[in-house]
Protein backbone atom coordinates (compact mmCIF):
# COMPACT_ATOMS: atom_id res chain seq x y z
CA UNK A 1 0.00 0.00 0.00
CA UNK A 2 1.07 3.32 -0.84
CA UNK A 3 0.63 6.79 1.56
CA UNK A 4 1.52 10.22 1.07
CA UNK A 5 3.74 11.27 3.81
CA UNK A 6 4.03 15.18 4.10
CA UNK A 7 6.70 15.88 6.88
CA UNK A 8 5.38 19.74 7.64
CA UNK A 9 7.22 22.34 9.31
CA UNK A 10 9.61 22.97 12.61
CA UNK A 11 9.94 19.75 14.38
CA UNK A 12 7.72 18.08 11.88
CA UNK A 13 10.65 16.21 10.07
CA UNK A 14 12.22 15.32 13.24
CA UNK A 15 9.39 13.73 14.49
CA UNK A 16 8.23 12.29 10.57
CA UNK A 17 11.45 10.63 10.48
CA UNK A 18 11.47 9.11 14.25
CA UNK A 19 7.97 7.59 13.41
CA UNK A 20 8.93 6.05 9.91
CA UNK A 21 12.07 4.76 11.57
CA UNK A 22 9.58 3.21 13.85
CA UNK A 23 7.23 1.78 10.97
CA UNK A 24 10.02 0.48 8.89
CA UNK A 25 11.54 -1.32 12.10
CA UNK A 26 8.31 -3.29 12.32
CA UNK A 27 8.34 -3.91 8.20
CA UNK A 28 4.76 -2.90 7.47
CA UNK A 29 3.45 -3.63 4.01
CA UNK A 30 4.03 0.39 2.84
CA UNK A 31 5.64 2.53 0.49
CA UNK A 32 5.70 6.35 1.27
CA UNK A 33 5.48 8.89 -1.02
CA UNK A 34 6.65 12.26 0.52
CA UNK A 35 4.75 14.98 -1.13
CA UNK A 36 5.53 19.13 -0.64
CA UNK A 37 3.54 20.94 1.67
CA UNK A 38 3.77 23.56 4.45
CA UNK A 39 4.99 27.01 5.00
CA UNK A 40 7.94 26.73 3.13
CA UNK A 41 5.39 25.69 -0.07
CA UNK A 42 3.98 28.89 0.85
CA UNK A 43 6.97 30.63 0.55
CA UNK A 44 7.88 29.37 -2.66
CA UNK A 45 4.53 31.19 -4.31
CA UNK A 46 1.79 28.23 -3.86
CA UNK A 47 -0.75 29.90 -2.35
CA UNK A 48 -2.82 26.75 -0.60
CA UNK A 49 0.11 25.46 0.97
CA UNK A 50 1.16 22.74 -1.37
CA UNK A 51 2.46 21.86 -5.20
CA UNK A 52 -0.13 20.56 -7.79
CA UNK A 53 1.95 17.37 -7.67
CA UNK A 54 1.03 17.04 -3.69
CA UNK A 55 -2.26 17.71 -4.55
CA UNK A 56 -2.25 15.27 -7.15
CA UNK A 57 -0.42 12.65 -5.24
CA UNK A 58 -2.86 12.95 -2.26
CA UNK A 59 -6.08 12.80 -4.42
CA UNK A 60 -4.15 9.38 -6.64
CA UNK A 61 -3.57 7.66 -3.06
CA UNK A 62 -6.34 8.43 -0.63
CA UNK A 63 -4.44 8.81 2.27
CA UNK A 64 -2.34 11.51 3.64
CA UNK A 65 -0.08 10.92 6.70
CA UNK A 66 1.45 14.72 7.81
CA UNK A 67 3.44 16.32 10.57
CA UNK A 68 2.68 19.86 11.88
CA UNK A 69 2.41 22.57 9.76
CA UNK A 70 2.96 26.53 10.54
CA UNK A 71 -0.17 29.26 8.84
CA UNK A 72 2.33 31.61 7.54
CA UNK A 73 0.93 35.59 9.27
CA UNK A 74 -0.71 37.87 7.20
CA UNK A 75 -4.19 38.14 6.10
CA UNK A 76 -5.65 36.59 2.91
CA UNK A 77 -3.52 33.08 4.00
CA UNK A 78 -5.12 30.43 4.88
CA UNK A 79 -4.09 27.63 7.10
CA UNK A 80 -2.88 24.85 4.85
CA UNK A 81 -3.93 22.29 7.63
CA UNK A 82 -7.70 23.91 7.53
CA UNK A 83 -7.49 23.74 3.32
CA UNK A 84 -6.77 20.24 3.31
CA UNK A 85 -9.66 18.98 5.90
CA UNK A 86 -12.07 21.10 3.87
CA UNK A 87 -11.02 20.98 0.29
CA UNK A 88 -10.76 16.62 0.61
CA UNK A 89 -13.99 16.79 2.60
CA UNK A 90 -12.79 14.71 5.56
CA UNK A 91 -15.92 15.57 7.97
CA UNK A 92 -14.65 13.78 10.69
CA UNK A 93 -12.01 14.15 13.28
CA UNK A 94 -11.69 11.72 15.55
CA UNK A 95 -9.45 11.94 18.94
CA UNK A 96 -9.11 9.39 21.03
CA UNK A 97 -7.77 10.02 24.40
CA UNK A 98 -5.98 7.32 26.79
CA UNK A 99 -4.58 7.40 30.20
CA UNK A 100 -1.17 6.62 29.27
CA UNK A 101 1.25 5.13 31.82
CA UNK A 102 4.09 7.18 32.77
CA UNK A 103 1.90 9.86 32.11
CA UNK A 104 1.42 11.28 35.12
CA UNK A 105 -2.46 13.42 35.31
CA UNK A 106 -4.78 14.21 38.21
CA UNK A 107 -6.46 11.50 37.47
CA UNK A 108 -4.07 8.46 36.68
CA UNK A 109 -2.59 9.69 40.17
CA UNK A 110 -6.61 9.37 41.20
CA UNK A 111 -6.60 6.27 39.52
CA UNK A 112 -9.12 7.24 37.62
CA UNK A 113 -8.97 5.70 34.06
CA UNK A 114 -9.60 8.24 30.56
CA UNK A 115 -10.87 5.46 27.58
CA UNK A 116 -13.32 7.82 25.66
CA UNK A 117 -13.04 8.84 21.81
CA UNK A 118 -14.05 12.45 20.57
CA UNK A 119 -15.59 12.76 16.85
CA UNK A 120 -16.26 16.16 15.79
CA UNK A 121 -17.56 17.56 13.01
CA UNK A 122 -14.94 18.90 10.59
CA UNK A 123 -16.70 20.84 7.66
CA UNK A 124 -18.86 22.84 8.77
CA UNK A 125 -20.07 25.39 11.92
CA UNK A 126 -18.95 28.50 12.06
CA UNK A 127 -15.47 27.24 10.24
CA UNK A 128 -16.93 28.01 7.15
CA UNK A 129 -15.40 31.55 7.75
CA UNK A 130 -18.21 33.17 6.19
CA UNK A 131 -17.95 36.46 8.06
CA UNK A 132 -19.39 40.28 7.86
CA UNK A 133 -19.14 43.17 9.03
CA UNK A 134 -22.86 44.57 8.77
CA UNK A 135 -22.15 47.87 10.55
CA UNK A 136 -18.31 49.22 11.50
CA UNK A 137 -19.52 48.18 14.56
CA UNK A 138 -21.36 44.99 14.59
CA UNK A 139 -19.91 41.47 12.83
CA UNK A 140 -21.95 38.43 12.26
CA UNK A 141 -20.90 34.89 11.50
CA UNK A 142 -23.22 32.40 9.43
CA UNK A 143 -23.31 28.87 11.22
CA UNK A 144 -23.98 26.46 8.76
CA UNK A 145 -24.95 23.45 10.10
CA UNK A 146 -26.73 20.76 7.32
CA UNK A 147 -28.88 17.73 7.32
CA UNK A 148 -26.38 15.71 5.24
CA UNK A 149 -22.92 16.86 7.23
CA UNK A 150 -24.40 16.01 10.15
CA UNK A 151 -25.50 12.68 8.60
CA UNK A 152 -22.18 12.06 7.18
CA UNK A 153 -20.34 12.02 10.55
CA UNK A 154 -22.76 11.24 13.15
CA UNK A 155 -22.92 7.58 10.66
CA UNK A 156 -19.42 7.59 11.24
CA UNK A 157 -19.35 7.82 14.63
CA UNK A 158 -22.01 5.12 15.29
CA UNK A 159 -20.08 2.74 12.85
CA UNK A 160 -16.90 3.92 14.47
CA UNK A 161 -18.22 2.84 18.34
CA UNK A 162 -19.75 -0.24 16.85
CA UNK A 163 -16.50 -1.64 15.53
CA UNK A 164 -14.60 -0.93 18.57
CA UNK A 165 -17.27 -2.50 20.93
CA UNK A 166 -18.25 0.21 22.37
CA UNK A 167 -21.39 1.17 24.84
CA UNK A 168 -22.30 4.43 24.74
CA UNK A 169 -22.33 7.20 22.79
CA UNK A 170 -22.99 10.69 23.78
CA UNK A 171 -24.14 13.39 21.42
CA UNK A 172 -22.99 17.19 22.88
CA UNK A 173 -24.91 20.22 22.27
CA UNK A 174 -26.53 23.45 23.17
CA UNK A 175 -29.75 22.61 21.33
CA UNK A 176 -31.38 24.59 23.87
CA UNK A 177 -30.35 27.54 22.66
CA UNK A 178 -29.44 26.86 18.71
CA UNK A 179 -32.76 25.29 18.32
CA UNK A 180 -32.33 25.41 14.47
CA UNK A 181 -28.69 24.37 14.12
CA UNK A 182 -28.06 22.37 16.99
CA UNK A 183 -31.77 20.90 16.81
CA UNK A 184 -31.10 19.82 13.40
CA UNK A 185 -27.35 17.96 14.43
CA UNK A 186 -29.77 16.31 17.88
CA UNK A 187 -32.47 15.31 15.75
CA UNK A 188 -30.11 13.73 12.71
CA UNK A 189 -28.37 11.69 15.63
CA UNK A 190 -31.49 10.69 17.53
CA UNK A 191 -32.38 9.60 14.12
CA UNK A 192 -29.17 7.15 13.06
CA UNK A 193 -29.19 6.10 17.16
CA UNK A 194 -32.36 3.97 15.97
CA UNK A 195 -30.45 1.80 13.73
CA UNK A 196 -27.68 0.78 15.97
CA UNK A 197 -29.91 -0.98 18.99
CA UNK A 198 -26.41 -1.90 20.70
CA UNK A 199 -25.09 1.03 21.35
CA UNK A 200 -27.13 3.17 24.21
CA UNK A 201 -27.23 6.61 22.90
CA UNK A 202 -28.16 9.38 24.95
CA UNK A 203 -27.66 13.36 24.65
CA UNK A 204 -25.78 16.35 26.88
CA UNK A 205 -26.01 19.83 26.68
CA UNK A 206 -22.18 21.17 26.34
CA UNK A 207 -21.68 23.30 29.37
CA UNK A 208 -22.64 19.93 30.94
CA UNK A 209 -20.96 17.60 29.44
CA UNK A 210 -17.67 20.17 30.27
CA UNK A 211 -18.33 19.91 33.79
CA UNK A 212 -18.59 16.19 34.04
CA UNK A 213 -15.77 15.21 31.77
CA UNK A 214 -13.47 16.95 34.04
CA UNK A 215 -14.78 15.74 36.98
CA UNK A 216 -15.95 11.79 36.04
CA UNK A 217 -14.16 11.21 32.20
CA UNK A 218 -14.27 7.54 32.91
CA UNK A 219 -18.36 7.82 32.78
CA UNK A 220 -17.77 8.88 28.78
CA UNK A 221 -16.92 6.13 25.62
CA UNK A 222 -17.72 7.91 22.40
CA UNK A 223 -18.76 11.73 22.26
CA UNK A 224 -19.98 13.22 18.78
CA UNK A 225 -20.10 16.85 18.34
CA UNK A 226 -20.27 20.33 16.40
CA UNK A 227 -17.29 21.80 14.69
CA UNK A 228 -16.43 24.40 17.21
CA UNK A 229 -17.66 22.55 20.23
CA UNK A 230 -16.03 19.97 19.13
CA UNK A 231 -12.75 21.52 18.87
CA UNK A 232 -12.67 23.15 22.29
CA UNK A 233 -13.75 19.77 24.11
CA UNK A 234 -11.39 17.44 22.20
CA UNK A 235 -8.75 20.15 23.11
CA UNK A 236 -10.60 20.02 27.36
CA UNK A 237 -9.39 15.87 27.16
CA UNK A 238 -6.32 16.58 25.87
CA UNK A 239 -5.57 17.77 29.19
CA UNK A 240 -7.20 15.20 30.54
CA UNK A 241 -4.75 12.60 29.74
CA UNK A 242 -1.38 14.84 29.94
CA UNK A 243 -1.67 17.38 26.86
CA UNK A 244 -1.92 17.64 22.88
CA UNK A 245 1.37 15.87 22.87
CA UNK A 246 -0.42 12.49 23.64
CA UNK A 247 -3.58 12.98 21.27
CA UNK A 248 -3.57 11.34 18.23
CA UNK A 249 -6.16 12.31 15.64
CA UNK A 250 -7.52 11.30 12.32
CA UNK A 251 -9.60 13.37 10.04
CA UNK A 252 -11.87 10.66 7.98
CA UNK A 253 -13.47 11.70 4.52
CA UNK A 254 -15.06 9.13 2.11
CA UNK A 255 -12.24 9.54 -0.47
CA UNK A 256 -9.50 11.13 1.34
CA UNK A 257 -8.35 10.65 4.73
CA UNK A 258 -5.56 12.46 7.38
CA UNK A 259 -4.21 11.39 9.81
CA UNK A 260 -1.59 14.22 11.79
CA UNK A 261 -0.42 15.05 15.50
CA UNK A 262 -2.78 17.88 17.06
CA UNK A 263 0.06 19.83 18.34
CA UNK A 264 2.04 22.72 16.42
CA UNK A 265 4.98 23.08 14.71
CA UNK A 266 6.99 23.81 18.27
CA UNK A 267 8.82 26.49 16.83
CA UNK A 268 10.77 26.94 20.09
CA UNK A 269 12.16 23.57 19.92
CA UNK A 270 12.87 22.72 15.55
CA UNK A 271 16.28 21.71 15.06
CA UNK A 272 17.00 20.29 18.59
CA UNK A 273 16.16 16.40 17.87
CA UNK A 274 13.99 16.63 21.34
CA UNK A 275 10.23 16.40 20.30
CA UNK A 276 7.83 14.39 21.67
CA UNK A 277 7.02 12.08 18.90
CA UNK A 278 4.32 10.14 20.78
CA UNK A 279 1.23 12.13 18.99
CA UNK A 280 2.25 11.38 15.68
CA UNK A 281 3.04 7.74 16.36
CA UNK A 282 -1.02 7.72 17.84
CA UNK A 283 -2.06 9.05 14.74
CA UNK A 284 -0.04 6.79 12.73
CA UNK A 285 -1.72 4.20 14.98
CA UNK A 286 -4.55 5.21 13.57
CA UNK A 287 -4.10 5.32 10.04
CA UNK A 288 -2.53 1.80 10.87
CA UNK A 289 -5.85 0.36 11.69
CA UNK A 290 -7.78 2.48 8.71
CA UNK A 291 -5.38 0.30 6.57
CA UNK A 292 -6.80 -2.87 8.28
CA UNK A 293 -2.96 -3.56 9.69
CA UNK A 294 -4.64 -4.29 13.61
CA UNK A 295 -1.91 -6.57 14.76
CA UNK A 296 0.88 -4.20 13.63
CA UNK A 297 -1.03 -1.65 15.02
CA UNK A 298 -1.50 -3.45 18.38
CA UNK A 299 2.39 -4.48 18.56
CA UNK A 300 3.69 -1.09 18.12
CA UNK A 301 1.29 0.15 20.41
CA UNK A 302 2.25 -2.17 23.12
CA UNK A 303 5.66 -1.12 22.56
CA UNK A 304 4.80 2.32 23.36
CA UNK A 305 2.98 1.66 25.91
CA UNK A 306 5.83 -0.65 27.60
CA UNK A 307 8.26 1.97 26.82
CA UNK A 308 6.07 4.60 28.74
CA UNK A 309 5.56 2.56 31.05
CA UNK A 310 9.22 1.83 31.75
CA UNK A 311 9.35 5.33 32.44
CA UNK A 312 10.93 6.25 29.42
CA UNK A 313 10.62 10.01 28.44
CA UNK A 314 11.26 12.70 25.95
CA UNK A 315 12.24 16.18 27.99
CA UNK A 316 8.80 17.52 27.72
CA UNK A 317 7.00 14.89 30.14
CA UNK A 318 7.61 12.31 33.21
CA UNK A 319 9.74 11.72 35.93
CA UNK A 320 12.56 14.28 35.94
CA UNK A 321 14.47 12.42 38.17
CA UNK A 322 15.47 10.01 35.09
CA UNK A 323 16.85 11.58 32.46
CA UNK A 324 15.50 12.07 29.24
CA UNK A 325 15.58 10.89 25.52
CA UNK A 326 16.18 12.37 22.67
CA UNK A 327 13.41 11.82 19.26
CA UNK A 328 15.55 9.42 17.70
CA UNK A 329 16.27 7.64 21.21
CA UNK A 330 12.90 7.54 22.17
CA UNK A 331 12.29 6.03 19.00
CA UNK A 332 14.80 3.21 19.22
CA UNK A 333 13.62 2.58 22.74
CA UNK A 334 9.92 1.89 21.24
CA UNK A 335 12.09 -0.10 18.28
CA UNK A 336 13.71 -2.43 21.34
CA UNK A 337 10.61 -3.08 22.78
CA UNK A 338 8.52 -4.38 20.15
CA UNK A 339 7.07 -7.53 20.89
CA UNK A 340 6.30 -6.52 24.89
CA UNK A 341 3.48 -6.30 26.65
CA UNK A 342 2.35 -3.28 28.89
CA UNK A 343 0.93 -4.20 32.29
CA UNK A 344 -2.36 -1.79 32.10
CA UNK A 345 -4.53 -0.66 29.01
CA UNK A 346 -2.45 -3.72 26.50
CA UNK A 347 -4.09 -3.37 22.60
CA UNK A 348 -5.67 -6.62 21.84
CA UNK A 349 -4.09 -7.74 18.59
CA UNK A 350 -7.54 -7.77 16.23
CA UNK A 351 -7.79 -9.27 13.13
CA UNK A 352 -6.12 -7.71 10.07
CA UNK A 353 -8.50 -6.43 6.95
CA UNK A 354 -7.80 -5.71 3.59
CA UNK A 355 -8.05 -2.21 2.93
CA UNK A 356 -10.46 -1.10 0.29
CA UNK A 357 -9.46 2.41 -1.22
CA UNK A 358 -12.64 4.71 -1.60
CA UNK A 359 -10.16 6.91 -3.45
CA UNK A 360 -12.35 6.19 -6.94
CA UNK A 361 -12.11 8.85 -9.46
CA UNK A 362 -15.25 11.19 -9.09
CA UNK A 363 -16.13 13.86 -11.82
CA UNK A 364 -18.50 15.74 -10.23
CA UNK A 365 -18.87 17.22 -6.30
CA UNK A 366 -21.45 14.89 -4.68
CA UNK A 367 -24.23 16.33 -3.47
CA UNK A 368 -25.62 16.11 0.35
CA UNK A 369 -29.81 15.39 0.00
CA UNK A 370 -31.57 15.42 2.76
CA UNK A 371 -34.75 14.26 2.88
CA UNK A 372 -37.68 14.78 0.67
CA UNK A 373 -38.78 18.45 0.17
CA UNK A 374 -41.60 19.21 1.60
CA UNK A 375 -44.37 22.28 0.31
CA UNK A 376 -42.37 25.86 0.61
CA UNK A 377 -43.76 28.95 1.33
CA UNK A 378 -42.17 32.74 2.58
CA UNK A 379 -43.75 33.82 5.52
CA UNK A 380 -41.76 37.13 5.74
CA UNK A 381 -38.78 38.54 5.62
CA UNK A 382 -36.18 39.93 8.17
CA UNK A 383 -34.63 43.24 7.52
CA UNK A 384 -31.22 44.19 9.66
CA UNK A 385 -30.47 47.77 9.15
CA UNK A 386 -27.70 50.22 10.34
CA UNK A 387 -29.82 52.73 12.62
CA UNK A 388 -28.57 54.75 15.73
CA UNK A 389 -32.29 55.96 16.37
CA UNK A 390 -34.79 53.99 18.90
CA UNK A 391 -36.88 51.29 18.28
CA UNK A 392 -39.80 53.75 18.71
CA UNK A 393 -38.38 56.03 15.70
CA UNK A 394 -37.62 53.38 13.82
CA UNK A 395 -40.93 51.79 14.22
CA UNK A 396 -42.57 54.74 13.20
CA UNK A 397 -40.61 55.21 9.50
CA UNK A 398 -40.83 51.37 8.88
CA UNK A 399 -44.34 50.98 9.58
CA UNK A 400 -45.20 53.81 6.73
CA UNK A 401 -43.44 51.06 4.67
CA UNK A 402 -46.04 48.49 5.57
CA UNK A 403 -47.90 46.28 2.60
CA UNK A 404 -51.29 45.22 2.67
CA UNK A 405 -49.25 41.75 2.56
CA UNK A 406 -46.13 42.15 5.04
CA UNK A 407 -46.75 43.69 8.24
CA UNK A 408 -43.96 44.93 11.12
CA UNK A 409 -44.03 42.47 13.69
CA UNK A 410 -40.95 43.16 15.83
CA UNK A 411 -37.86 44.61 16.19
CA UNK A 412 -34.74 43.44 17.85
CA UNK A 413 -31.64 44.17 18.67
CA UNK A 414 -28.76 41.43 19.03
CA UNK A 415 -31.81 39.36 19.05
CA UNK A 416 -33.35 40.70 22.17
CA UNK A 417 -36.88 42.44 21.30
CA UNK A 418 -36.91 46.09 21.85
CA UNK A 419 -40.29 46.49 19.94
CA UNK A 420 -43.25 47.07 20.33
CA UNK A 421 -42.76 45.61 24.05
CA UNK A 422 -38.99 45.86 25.55
CA UNK A 423 -36.91 47.67 28.23
CA UNK A 424 -35.19 50.86 28.01
CA UNK A 425 -32.26 48.68 30.05
CA UNK A 426 -31.46 46.66 26.97
CA UNK A 427 -28.19 48.55 25.51
CA UNK A 428 -28.24 48.91 21.46
CA UNK A 429 -26.11 48.29 19.18
CA UNK A 430 -26.45 49.98 15.55
CA UNK A 431 -28.05 47.38 14.08
CA UNK A 432 -31.50 46.41 14.19
CA UNK A 433 -33.36 43.69 12.99
CA UNK A 434 -36.98 44.43 11.31
CA UNK A 435 -39.23 41.50 11.06
CA UNK A 436 -41.85 41.87 8.55
CA UNK A 437 -44.29 38.94 8.24
CA UNK A 438 -47.36 37.95 6.16
CA UNK A 439 -50.12 37.07 8.42
CA UNK A 440 -50.89 33.69 10.16
CA UNK A 441 -50.94 30.77 7.44
CA UNK A 442 -50.63 33.30 4.54
CA UNK A 443 -47.53 33.54 2.12
CA UNK A 444 -45.91 35.93 -0.14
CA UNK A 445 -43.40 35.90 -3.60
CA UNK A 446 -40.12 36.60 -3.27
CA UNK A 447 -40.82 39.70 -5.19
CA UNK A 448 -42.65 40.83 -2.24
CA UNK A 449 -39.51 40.76 -0.47
CA UNK A 450 -37.80 42.86 -3.00
CA UNK A 451 -40.14 45.76 -3.32
CA UNK A 452 -40.21 46.13 0.61
CA UNK A 453 -36.22 45.64 0.42
CA UNK A 454 -36.64 48.82 -2.05
CA UNK A 455 -38.92 51.31 -0.34
CA UNK A 456 -37.09 50.58 2.97
CA UNK A 457 -33.86 51.42 1.48
CA UNK A 458 -35.12 54.58 0.91
CA UNK A 459 -35.13 55.19 4.56
CA UNK A 460 -32.57 53.25 5.61
CA UNK A 461 -29.16 51.52 5.27
CA UNK A 462 -30.38 47.72 4.79
CA UNK A 463 -26.94 45.60 5.44
CA UNK A 464 -28.99 42.26 5.09
CA UNK A 465 -32.30 40.26 4.48
CA UNK A 466 -33.31 36.59 5.60
CA UNK A 467 -36.37 35.25 4.09
CA UNK A 468 -38.49 33.61 6.30
CA UNK A 469 -39.25 30.03 5.13
CA UNK A 470 -41.67 27.54 6.03
CA UNK A 471 -42.12 24.01 4.71
CA UNK A 472 -45.22 21.87 5.08
CA UNK A 473 -46.65 24.44 6.77
CA UNK A 474 -44.49 24.65 9.73
CA UNK A 475 -41.66 27.65 10.68
CA UNK A 476 -38.46 27.53 9.71
CA UNK A 477 -36.73 30.23 11.65
CA UNK A 478 -36.55 31.14 14.59
CA UNK A 479 -39.30 33.10 16.89
CA UNK A 480 -39.12 36.23 18.19
CA UNK A 481 -40.10 36.45 21.85
CA UNK A 482 -43.45 36.24 22.30
CA UNK A 483 -44.20 34.68 18.88
P1 LIG B 1 2.72 24.32 19.44
O1 LIG B 1 1.90 23.11 19.69
O2 LIG B 1 3.62 24.28 18.28
O3 LIG B 1 3.61 24.63 20.74
C1 LIG B 1 3.07 24.85 22.05
C2 LIG B 1 4.09 24.37 23.10
O4 LIG B 1 4.09 22.93 23.11
C3 LIG B 1 5.52 24.80 22.79
O5 LIG B 1 6.16 25.08 24.00
C4 LIG B 1 6.15 23.56 22.15
O6 LIG B 1 7.53 23.47 22.36
C5 LIG B 1 5.39 22.42 22.85
N1 LIG B 1 5.27 21.25 21.98
C6 LIG B 1 4.40 21.09 20.93
N2 LIG B 1 4.57 19.90 20.37
C7 LIG B 1 5.54 19.27 21.05
C8 LIG B 1 6.15 17.99 20.93
N3 LIG B 1 5.79 17.10 19.99
N4 LIG B 1 7.15 17.68 21.80
C9 LIG B 1 7.51 18.53 22.76
N5 LIG B 1 6.96 19.76 22.93
C10 LIG B 1 5.99 20.13 22.09
O7 LIG B 1 1.69 25.55 19.34
P2 LIG B 1 1.92 27.05 18.85
O8 LIG B 1 3.23 27.56 19.38
O9 LIG B 1 0.68 27.75 19.20
O10 LIG B 1 1.97 26.98 17.26
C11 LIG B 1 3.18 27.01 16.49
C12 LIG B 1 2.84 26.85 15.01
O11 LIG B 1 2.21 25.60 14.77
C13 LIG B 1 1.90 27.90 14.42
O12 LIG B 1 2.44 28.33 13.18
C14 LIG B 1 0.61 27.17 14.19
O13 LIG B 1 -0.09 27.68 13.08
C15 LIG B 1 1.08 25.77 13.92
N6 LIG B 1 0.08 24.75 14.27
C16 LIG B 1 -0.09 23.71 13.40
C17 LIG B 1 -0.99 22.70 13.69
C18 LIG B 1 -1.11 21.56 12.72
O14 LIG B 1 -0.34 21.47 11.80
N7 LIG B 1 -2.07 20.67 12.88
C19 LIG B 1 -1.79 22.71 14.93
C20 LIG B 1 -1.49 23.81 15.81
C21 LIG B 1 -0.60 24.80 15.48
Not at 287 to 297: D, E, P, T, W
Not at 354 to 362: D, H
Not at 466 to 472: D, F, Q, S, T
Request: glycine share 8%.
Amino acid sequence: MKIAVANGDGIGPEIMEAVIGVFKAAELPLEYQFVDMGKWVFDKGFSNGMTPEAKATIEQLGILFKGPMETPKGKGVKSVNVTARKTWNTYANERHFQTLSGVNTVFSKAGVNVDLTIVRENIEDTYGGVEHMLTQDVAVARRFITRGGSEQVIRYAFEMAQKKGAKRITCGHKANIMKLTDGLFLEVFNEIAKEYKDIKADDIIVDDLCMKLVSRPDLFDVIVLTNLQGDIVSDLCAGLVGGLGFAPSSNIGDHISIFEAVHGTAPDIAGKNIANPTSLLLSGLNMLRHLGLMSKAAMIENALLYTLESGVHTGDFGDKSIPSLNTTQFAQAIIDNFGKQPKVNAKPSLNDFEFVPTNSKITTNPMLLGKKKEEHAIAGADFFIESELQADAIAEIANKHETADLKLLIISNRGTQVWPTGSVYTNLVNQFRLRFEAGENASIAQQDVISLYSTLSKDFQISSVEVLNMWGGKKAYSLAQGQ
